[in-house]
């Protein structure tokens, strides 16, 4: 920590500081409250997904029994091709946006194949839609995490060190300031004293 120097201007200098961290607080303070909150309904959103996806399994299992049989050559039906990610700005934290994703259908023959494949073949496709959206939900709440570490840390450093600390300066330079004053005035009221009684004498 720096030595602050006990003097007016820098007793002028402390008191901008604490006025320019004391307005920018309460700005931090909201940025965090508002990526908490995109984090709560991040939280929800995965949720969510999570059940679509168990809803999905439900589904296929009661609506597909027949994908016990083993004969059936059903292997890589749907295949990811790739994705589109997009990008949002939050708060100016980066999140990865879902724009689309690239699905491949393998060719197969309709009288070579049962007639519910067709109705496999949406269910896998829908099935990779989500785990992809569900991958991209927990990367957004990676990076929603970090966001919220940073600017936590951020108002730390202005609530219990910066603010505290240019109080702390202030108040020194003050007494300081005080005392050299009182000093100043006792010695010329000394020194008046000493001339009075020089003249009298």
């Not at 307005?23 to 931090?28: D, I, K």
């Not at 995965?46 to 399994?57: A, P, S």
């Not at 990367?139 to 840390?153: G, I, S």
């Amino acid at each position: 920590m720096s030595r602050v120097s006990l003097s007016k201007s820098s007793l002028a200098k402390q008191n901008r500081a604490l006025q320019t961290y004391e307005r920018y607080l309460p700005s931090l303070d909201l940025k965090r409250k508002q990526i908490m909150t995109e984090r709560a309904k991040e939280v929800v959103a995965q949720e969510e997904t999570r059940r679509k996806i168990t809803v999905l399994r439900t589904r296929v299992t009661e609506n597909l029994p027949m994908l016990a049989n083993r004969e059936i050559e059903l292997s890589n039906l749907v295949h990811v091709r790739g994705a589109r990610l997009g990008e949002e700005n939050l708060l100016g934290t980066r999140l990865p946006v879902l724009e689309g994703l690239d699905l491949v259908k393998r060719d197969y023959g309709f009288l070579s194949k049962p007639h519910w494949v067709d109705v496999l073949v949406d269910a896998l496709s829908e099935m990779l839609t989500l785990q992809a959206q569900l991958a991209l939900h927990d990367r957004r709440l990676v990076l929603l995490d970090e966001a919220v570490r940073k600017v936590t840390q951020r108002v730390n450093l202005f609530d219990k060190v910066l603010i505290p600390r240019t109080r702390e300066n202030i108040k020194r330079i003050r007494v300081h300031l005080s005392d050299a004053e009182r000093a100043a005035i006792v010695r010329s009221k000394i020194a008046k004293g000493k001339r009075l009684r020089e003249a009298s004498a």
